[in-house]
């Protein structure tokens, strides 16, 4: 049995817990995907899926179901340490085309920065398949600009978690797609 995915969404979390596990759970929860048996899947965004509104696609959910998703995790333990994780996401102009999910995880980074690299990321990977060349040591800047140009990215985004770590507390940030139906 095949099962492609139509809708997708996205969300985030933080969790905060002196154990590293609880913290993880804790962020799910945040991200109001707690109550699922997440299956981590790679990098595709299926042809002709709609993103949809994480009130929306929960509707279609149950406990306990086994549910795919591109999860970006991270964790930190230190006192003041800036810990990020974030989903880019890049969707074709030509929707029967699969487009790419990619996951960020880093340390230090704003969400602003962090968030524009997983789309750079994202569509970066979507680019190489639809056959658009650019240089690869090029600006973000003029990376966007030969992808408007080229007409076949019609779409990206990214959402991303950042949170500040305290000393003996385990902080982690969850970003995610989830796949609906």
């Not at 996205?10 to 109001?32: M, N, P, Q, Y």
Request: overall charge positive; aromatic content about 8%.
């Amino acid at each position: 049995m095949q099962f492609v995915p139509r809708e997708v969404f996205l969300t985030k979390g933080v969790g905060r817990h002196v154990e590293k596990l609880a913290s993880f759970e804790e962020a799910l929860r945040d991200a109001k995907i707690a109550r699922f048996n997440l299956v981590h899947v790679s990098s595709i965004f299926p042809p002709k899926c709609k993103l949809i509104a994480p009130a929306k696609g929960l509707t279609h959910l149950k406990s306990g179901q086994i549910v795919h998703a591109v999860l970006a995790r991270n964790a930190v333990q230190e006192n003041h340490r800036l810990v990020t994780a974030s989903i880019g996401l890049a969707i074709p102009k030509d929707r029967t085309n699969h487009g790419y999910i990619s996951e960020h995880h880093s340390w230090g980074e704003t969400d602003s920065k962090a968030g524009d690299y997983a789309e750079d990321l994202a569509a970066m990977m979507l680019s190489t398949t639809l056959g658009i060349e650019f240089e690869k040591d090029a600006s973000w800047d003029k990376k966007e600009e030969v992808w408007e140009v080229s007409g076949k990215i019609v779409r990206t985004m990214n959402m991303t978690q950042s949170a500040i770590g305290r000393e003996g507390i385990w902080t982690t940030v969850v970003s995610a797609a989830v796949f609906v139906r």
